[in-house]
């Protein structure tokens, strides 16, 4: 499975971003679609993760009520639209597919695969 994300910039604080993330090779294997971000000195953070079948979501305590995920599955493509955007925000973000429908938390096993990432960043 080959993950492209894409969409990052710079924002001011308030904006709105909407990232992509185009998968291909082996997709009907993978039933979650998951965003993470890391910021400078700090841990992967769990964004948010969407059902590749049924298109049901979960969302990690710093993307509720602000981002929210979605698919386009004749596209192979995932969305994480990102609303109210603030400079905690900025981070490098990656799409990940795993072959569970699931959270993580830290300490649990990886997503099975990762994209290249794209750069937030989010000025005040």
């Known amino acids: 499975v080959q993950l492209q994300a894409s969409g990052g910039g710079l924002v001011q604080a308030g904006d709105s971003l909407r990232l992509s993330c185009a998968a291909s090779?082996?997709?009907?294997?993978?039933?979650?679609m998951g965003w993470f971000r890391q910021a400078p000195g700090k841990e992967r953070e769990f964004v948010g993760v969407?059902?590749?079948?049924?298109?049901?979501?979960y969302y990690g305590d710093s993307a509720k009520g602000r981002f929210t995920i979605s698919r386009d599955n004749a596209k192979n493509t995932v969305y994480l639209q990102m609303n109210s955007l603030k400079p905690e925000d900025t981070a490098v973000y990656y799409c990940?597919?795993?072959?569970?429908?699931?959270?993580?938390?830290?300490?649990?096993?990886?997503?099975?695969?990762w994209g290249q990432g794209t750069l937030v960043t989010v000025s005040s």
């Open positions: 090779g082996g997709t009907h294997s993978m039933y979650g």
């Open positions: 969407i059902s590749w079948t049924g298109g049901s979501t």
């Open positions: 990940a597919a795993d072959r569970l429908f699931r959270l993580w938390v830290p300490g649990s096993r990886p997503y099975d695969y």
